[in-house]
């Protein structure tokens, strides 16, 4: 039934996702933000799907850290989902992602529309570069900068190398840090086809202020508290 399931969700994506890449084509002619609004709801409408046909919906824990103000976010990166959830979620955003994705037909057309910042992960520091010139102007057009630090997706239980570049933009901006954990990797796991039905757990830290803080000092903040939360998310299961 799982695979089933799982098989209609895909099906109703593939259907509707070249059919709303033309809502983001038409939406060129406007500026970012309303580009943004436009695109969005596509990831919500695919959210509602998935709780529809797979039974997989989420909660979210710590709301109310949210700032009103801008962040740069950073989160663990389990999964697909947080890539919908977060436009579910929070303001207007782009990704700090990998270039390579906006060569997937439809997907990753209508991504390029959305303004990200689209890095070769091997360039070293003129990827840090990138981040920190693109990231400004994004956050200068009102934008929020969702960062995934350990760079690829990692399975549960699993902890990758975190990567400075959102800390150093938000160091190098004056922007807070907002850290992020959740287990959505127990129920969709990396490049999975099958999603478990169940709640996954969305969890927002205390802001993390940046100002008389250096980037690797606000990066390990930020780590030591996405991991721990992970651990306590982990406990909870158990």
Known sequence: MIWLRSFVFALGMWVFTPLYFFVAFFSLPFGPITR????APWARIMLRWLKLICGLDYR???????????????????SAWETLAFQDILPPLVWVLKRELLRIPFFGWALAI??????DRGAGRAALKQILEQGKDRLAKSFWV???????RV???TKGKYNIGGAWLAAHSGVPVL??????GEFWGKNGFLK??????ISFGPLIESAGLKADELN???EAWIEGEMARLAARKT
Not at 36 to 39: D, E, K, S, T
Not at 60 to 78: D, F, M, T, W, Y
Not at 114 to 119: D, G, L, N, Q
Request: hydrophobic fraction near 40%; proline fraction near 13%.
């Open 196 to 201: 478990r039905p169940g709640t996954i757990t």
């Open 155 to 157: 399975p549960p239980g």
């Open 179 to 184: 850290p992020v954990a959740h287990n959505a």
């Open 60 to 78: 979210v824990v710590g709301r109310e850290n949210i700032p009103q103000r801008q962040a740069v976010v950073l989160s663990k990166h389990q």
């Open 220 to 222: 390990a903040r930020a």
């Open 36 to 39: 943004y609004r436009a695109i």
């Open 114 to 119: 959305a303004s990200p910042i689209a890095i």
């Open 146 to 152: 969702v960062v995934f630090p350990e760079g690829t």
